[in-house]
């Protein structure tokens, strides 16, 4: 039975599923989410597998799916999506139902509000199937049934309320196989309609564009041409008949032209041009035509209405719509463009450039009445053609709408039949059509009978002709996954543990401990009530929330969703952080008088043989003379009783406060640490026992207790017993030197050292400590190998005699077949072991079947026959064996491989004695980093802040505020977060945990979905 203490019991089981209810039977499985898969297919690439037309099937569907979503974001509506909120929603949702039209909306709000109505009220039921009874007898034939009836047979038939439809291609929550077919015919219909929408728009989109294109460039240039004109009328020319081109003795109305004097006509090609190619474009004009070109330029501006233009008499009209330039161009920056030249050979050389830089030419004529005739037409076709975009835009808006609405539901039911043909590819085919499937499937033993439930449901919703066969396999050479049953609680400390890997099968779980042991470390070196509060208090917030939090946890980034998932760890670490706050006296960093002091200074007070009155008020000595003693020594004698919890106040006034808290927190941390080991030493017998392996008991853990009790448990001792002593003066011992010294100076103990008793007696304890510790030594080192060595041989029976006989004969068999070749000058054909000449000699087979063997030895000798050296096997083809993950790896059994395993162990363990002891006073660092911190914030700033006005004091408080929040709680929390971490993985659980096993990861929609959608 598992538990949280250990990991579920597994069990891999076979199932043997008729095809034709085999995607059934996986999507089942899939909804309910306890059966992992194993991949029987491993030597097959994935595109050789059965599913491999089906995964492709989904992959074109899905492509149109996304093609939906980019016309969702072009067209501002909301992309779709699958989390943790609609996931339960959309699995009760009846599948592959087309968009609902607003009746067909309404009509579903009725019906779940009459739904709710019977739920609440179960007596209207019986009224309701009678008057649903009545209406039905007395509708004429052919009639459409009453609202009334309909929902009375929604309700009597069990069936969930919900949209209906006249395209709904299915009524079950559960995948069919034929799903797949109906959700490319469906979203083949939708994506033909908006491609076609789509396209329509594009073309139209680009006539559009050359519209406008024309519409602009004729504008500019009557704005031009009409400059042109009041230059001529200015210089006396009123000629009407006279186009602006024909030059007749007025040689500025083209400033750039070198024509002569007589009558010259003038040419021109105009259009519209990239700005960023103009400055090109105009040099090569330059180039080409020697400066016989004029080039006039208008830069388009985006904000300009398209249907602004110029009448011939300079006055502007603008149509009824509102479209600007920037619509049509996008972010292109455009210029519109006219040249001016002589002679049509100059004429296509230009038309030649200017397509070469991607221009647009635009034929306008010469005459102003034909080019106001085109700006008009252009701008009337221009407003027929925004018209007619406008419907076309609204209607394809209606259809995404409707789209939209069951994307959702369509991506989801996709999401699971590729997920379902992505596991039906590990399952193993006995040939190309076979009647039945092979999977293999690992599963928590307690729900093994929903199993055999889930697949007898399956193989009868599918009609399938046979049932499935469920038959639990050995697990001999297999490993089986690790699965660890979590709630929202634990779940988070459970990720700890499996950061640093994943457990072995079965063996013991941390995180149990891990929710005690991790935030009371933090603790210790996070010790503030005030800091502890706030943490505590945020942490609350996001468990008293976390129902509507949920929803914002894509939103909200990395960051939040890391924080909102460890929310109930960053709640203990609060808590435990008040506790150990309380414990050293520090709130904010200030000591506080709660339970008041436990000295009595008395009234009367001699210092250096001056008397001095006063009185202690508990924080501070108020002397009634006028002069006071600079520092004052407690008596210890003036102590009535400890402190309530924790530290007194009064060494946060101490001179010596450091003094004092330094050893004191130094000592705490190496008593928690030696703990936490120990702990952990004594959670590997659980391993031990579990396993049945008692060997490594008398080998590994009792010298591992011992070797650590010797040491640093007597250190632990000394810790204590020196605390519970008075040491008047400073004739205490030095703990640190006393444990060199057990080492150093064996045997003896210099007087200073001695803590207790008498200095023989302690010598003696401390003598005999030291020779238990190094005898633990060899016994873990050596113990277990020898032990291990001779049970593999008792195992090969290498020890009996009769096998060793054999052995020694085939040696001097091979000796003389050696020299024997060499004299010959023959290749050496080794004689090799005959492991069934082995066991007849070992079993003492009968004589029968040792004449039977007797056939495998060559004539002439009384050799075995040798097996096939490798050159012979080479040209045997090669079957190659991928090995699954879960299949163990062959244990090594050679005594110098054993040997070398159990050194690193040993070595490591006693070396990581002394340095992960040492690695906990980190404990003591970072508890005294926190706690200077907070106290320099406070004399720093707040401090001076209460000293002044009520300004100063605001921003001096909103400092502090701001620094303490960045500082102390986040980066500092964040420091002991990763210490604590370090602690347990390193320190703790490398004494019991193996982590090297794999986690449990059934097939689940539920994962599967949500790893797809992120």
């Known amino acids: 039975?598992?538990?949280?203490?250990?990991?579920?019991?597994?069990?891999?089981?076979?199932?043997?599923?008729?095809?034709?209810?085999?995607?059934?039977?996986?999507?089942?499985?899939?909804?309910?989410?306890?059966?992992?898969?194993?991949?029987?297919?491993?030597?097959?690439?994935?595109?050789?597998?059965?599913?491999?037309?089906?995964?492709?099937?989904?992959?074109?569907?899905?492509?149109?799916?996304?093609?939906?979503?980019?016309?969702?974001a072009k067209n501002a509506l909301p992309a779709p999506i699958i989390d943790e909120v609609n996931f339960d929603e959309l699995s009760g949702k009846q599948p592959l139902e087309a968009p609902a039209s607003r009746e067909e909306?309404?009509?579903?709000?009725?019906?779940?509000?009459?739904?709710?109505?019977?739920?609440?009220?179960?007596?209207?039921?019986?009224r309701m199937s009678f008057l649903s009874s009545s209406s039905s007898a007395s509708a004429s034939s052919g009639g459409r049934?009453?609202?009334?009836?309909?929902?009375?047979?929604?309700?009597?038939?069990?069936?969930?309320?919900?949209?209906?439809?006249?395209?709904?291609?299915?009524?079950?929550?559960?995948?069919?196989?034929?799903?797949?077919?109906?959700?490319?015919?469906?979203?083949?219909?939708?994506?033909?309609?908006?491609?076609?929408?789509?396209?329509n728009e594009a073309r139209l989109q680009n006539t559009k564009l050359d519209l406008v294109t024309r519409l602009q460039v004729h504008v500019h240039l009557n704005e031009f041409l009409n400059t042109v004109r009041e230059d001529l009328e200015a210089h006396g020319v009123h000629d009407e008949d006279t186009t602006l081109l024909d030059v007749h003795d007025v040689e500025a109305q083209v400033p750039a032209a070198t024509a002569e004097r007589g009558g010259v006509r003038f040419s021109f090609v105009a259009g519209t041009i990239d700005s960023s190619r103009l400055t090109a474009f105009e040099k090569i004009l330059w180039r080409v035509s020697r400066g016989n070109a004029f080039v006039r330029t208008v830069p388009l501006i985006p904000q300009t209405n398209v249907f602004t233009l110029q009448d011939g008499a300079g006055g502007s009209t603008s149509g009824g719509a509102s479209s600007s330039l920037q619509d049509v161009f996008g972010d292109r920056q455009i210029?519109?463009?006219?040249?001016?030249?002589?002679?049509?050979?100059?004429?296509?050389r230009i038309n030649r450039i200017a397509l070469s830089f991607d221009a647009t030419i635009v034929q306008c004529s010469d005459l102003p009445a034909v080019r106001n005739a085109v700006v008009t037409d252009t701008q009337r076709s221009l407003e027929e053609l925004d018209g007619v975009l406008r419907q076309l835009r609204s209607q394809r808006q209606k259809l995404l709408v409707l789209v939209s609405d069951s994307h959702v539901h369509w991506l989801f039911r996709l999401l699971k039949i590729k997920a379902t043909y992505t596991i039906m590819n590990h399952l193993q085919h006995e040939s190309k059509g076979a009647r039945y499937m092979i999977a293999e499937v690992w599963v928590p033993t307690d729900e093994l009978g929903i199993l055999r439930a889930s697949v007898i449901v399956s193989t009868q919703r599918a009609s399938a002709a046979a049932l499935t066969i469920v038959t639990p396999l050995p697990l001999t050479g297999k490993k089986p996954p690790t699965f660890n049953r979590v709630n929202k609680f634990t779940a988070g400390f459970q990720n700890i543990v499996d950061a640093f890997g994943i457990a072995n099968y079965r063996e013991v779980n941390p995180a149990p401990f891990t929710v005690i042991t991790f935030p009371f470390l933090f603790a210790v070196m996070f010790g503030d009530f005030g800091h502890g509060l706030i943490m505590f208090l945020a942490a609350l917030y996001l468990v008293r929330n976390e129902v509507q939090l949920v929803k914002f946890k894509r939103e909200g980034g990395e960051i939040f969703s890391t924080l909102f998932g460890g929310r109930y760890i960053v709640l203990l670490m609060g808590l435990f952080s008040i506790y150990t706050g309380l414990i050293y006296n520090d709130i904010f960093g200030k000591g506080?008088?709660?339970?008041?002091?436990?000295?009595?200074?008395?009234?009367?007070?001699?210092?250096?043989?001056?008397?001095?009155?006063?009185?202690?008020?508990?924080?501070?000595?108020?002397?009634?003379?006028?002069?006071?003693?600079?520092?004052?020594?407690?008596?210890?004698?003036?102590?009535?009783?400890?402190?309530?919890?924790?530290?007194?106040?009064?060494?946060?006034?101490?001179?010596?406060?450091?003094?004092?808290?330094?050893?004191?927190?130094?000592?705490?941390?190496?008593?928690?640490?030696?703990?936490?080991?120990?702990?952990?030493?004594?959670?590997?017998?659980?391993?031990?026992?579990?396993?049945?392996?008692?060997?490594?008991?008398?080998?590994?853990?009792?010298?591992?207790?011992?070797?650590?009790?010797?040491?640093?448990?007597?250190?632990?001792?000394?810790?204590?017993?020196?605390?519970?002593?008075?040491?008047?003066?400073?004739?205490?011992?030095?703990?640190?030197?006393?444990?060199?010294?057990?080492?150093?100076?064996?045997?003896?103990?210099?007087k200073d050292d001695v803590l207790y008793l008498t200095a023989d007696a302690q010598a003696q304890v401390q003598s005999a400590l030291v020779i238990v510790a190094l005898m633990c030594v060899p016994w873990m080192l050596l113990a277990k190998p020898i032990v291990l060595y001779g049970r593999?041989?008792?195992?090969?029976?290498?020890?009996?005699?009769?096998?060793?006989?054999?052995?020694?004969?085939?040696?001097?068999?091979?000796?003389?077949?050696?020299?024997?070749?060499?004299?010959?000058?023959?290749?050496?054909?080794?004689?090799?072991?005959?492991?069934?000449?082995?066991?007849?000699?070992?079993?003492n087979r009968s004589s029968h079947d040792s004449s039977s063997n007797s056939s495998d030895t060559p004539p002439g000798g009384a050799s075995p026959v040798p097996e096939r050296s490798h050159a012979d096997k080479h040209h045997e083809p090669a079957v190659e064996h991928v090995r699954a993950f879960d299949e163990e790896e062959p244990e090594s059994h050679e005594m110098g491989e054993i040997m070398v395993h159990q050194c690193i162990h040993t070595i490591e363990f006693c070396l990581g004695c002394i340095s992960n002891t040492a690695s906990y006073l980190r404990l003591w660092a970072l508890s005294l980093a926190h706690a200077q911190l907070s106290e320099v914030l406070w004399h720093m700033i707040m401090a001076s802040g209460l000293k002044g006005n009520i300004a100063l004091l605001f921003f001096a408080w909103g400092a502090w505020a701001v620094l303490t929040i960045c500082v102390l709680l986040i980066m500092e929390g964040l420091s002991a977060f990763l210490h604590a971490l370090r602690l347990h993985w390193v320190e703790f659980q490398n004494k019991f945990y193996g982590g090297s096993g794999y986690k449990f990861a059934p097939f689940s929609f539920r994962t599967a979905l949500l790893q797809a959608e992120e």
């Open 592 to 750: 506080v008088d709660i339970f008041t002091t436990g000295w009595d200074i008395p009234s009367v007070t001699e210092v250096n043989g001056t008397m001095f009155a006063g009185t202690w008020n508990g924080t501070y000595y108020d002397g009634i003379n006028a002069s006071m003693p600079d520092s004052l020594d407690f008596d210890p004698t003036w102590m009535q009783h400890p402190y309530v919890i924790g530290i007194d106040p009064v060494w946060h006034v101490a001179e010596n406060r450091l003094t004092f808290l330094n050893p004191y927190k130094m000592k705490i941390s190496v008593i928690l640490g030696i703990l936490h080991m120990e702990f952990g030493i004594a959670l590997s017998v659980f391993n031990h026992v579990h396993f049945g392996n008692y060997l490594s008991i008398w080998a590994e853990f009792i010298p591992q207790v011992l070797f650590l009790t010797c040491i640093f448990g007597y250190l632990v001792f000394m810790i204590i017993f020196k605390w519970l002593t008075y040491w008047p003066g400073s004739q205490a011992p030095s703990l640190l030197i006393t444990l060199i010294n057990m080492f150093l100076k064996f045997g003896s103990i210099e």
């Open 145 to 199: 049934q009453s609202v009334d009836h309909m929902l009375a047979s929604s309700v009597s038939n069990g069936s969930s309320p919900g949209p209906s439809s006249t395209t709904n291609l299915g009524l079950q929550q559960h995948l069919r196989v034929q799903e797949l077919e109906e959700l490319e015919v469906l979203v083949a219909e939708h994506e033909k309609d908006l491609r076609d929408l789509s396209d």
């Open 1 to 72: 039975m598992g538990s949280l203490f250990r990991s579920e019991e597994m069990s891999l089981v076979q199932l043997i599923i008729p095809a034709d209810a085999a995607f059934e039977t996986v999507a089942d499985l899939g909804d309910i989410g306890i059966a992992q898969f194993r991949d029987l297919n491993l030597g097959v690439s994935q595109f050789q597998r059965h599913q491999v037309s089906n995964l492709r099937r989904c992959e074109v569907v899905e492509r149109k799916l996304d093609f939906f979503e980019a016309l969702y």
């Open 335 to 348: 210029h519109m463009f006219c040249v001016f030249f002589q002679g049509t050979q100059l004429e296509t």
């Open 792 to 843: 593999h041989n008792k195992e090969t029976l290498g020890h009996s005699l009769p096998v060793r006989l054999e052995r020694l004969r085939i040696a001097i068999a091979n000796l003389f077949l050696r020299i024997r070749c060499a004299l010959t000058g023959k290749a050496f054909v080794p004689v090799l072991y005959n492991a069934a000449r082995h066991a007849s000699l070992v079993n």
């Open 105 to 126: 909306k309404e009509l579903a709000k009725l019906q779940k509000r009459q739904a709710d109505l019977l739920a609440r009220h179960p007596q209207l039921a019986t």
